[in-house]
């Protein structure tokens, strides 16, 4: 059971981060961070305000479909574990 609502979770909390890598470029970065920890705590929860605001005032689903859709995308192409696991 905790290993169902852990999967869960984290399939949320992956999405939601897609969603706001999508919308909020700022929050991408390449290898190395552009800020300190703190800082980008912060702008992670400015972000997530923002976007909730945002839904609020224009509720356009198209981004969250594109997310939605490429997550599909991924689960469909088989991974080499899920491979083995097959067999």
């Known amino acids: 059971m905790f290993n169902l609502r852990h999967s869960s979770l984290r399939n949320v909390i992956e999405r939601t981060f897609r969603v706001l890598k999508k919308q909020f470029p700022t929050i ?4 190395e961070p552009h800020y300190k920890v703190d800082t980008m705590t ?3 929860l400015a972000c997530c305000i923002l976007h909730k605001f945002l ?3 224009d509720n356009d689903e198209s981004l969250i479909e594109e997310v939605d859709l490429e997550l599909l995308e991924e689960d ?7 491979l083995v696991s097959m067999i």
């Open 28 to 31: 991408v970065s390449g290898t």
């Open 42 to 44: 912060k702008i992670v």
């Open 76 to 82: 469909v192409q088989p991974t080499p574990t899920m």
């Open 55 to 57: 839904r609020g005032v």
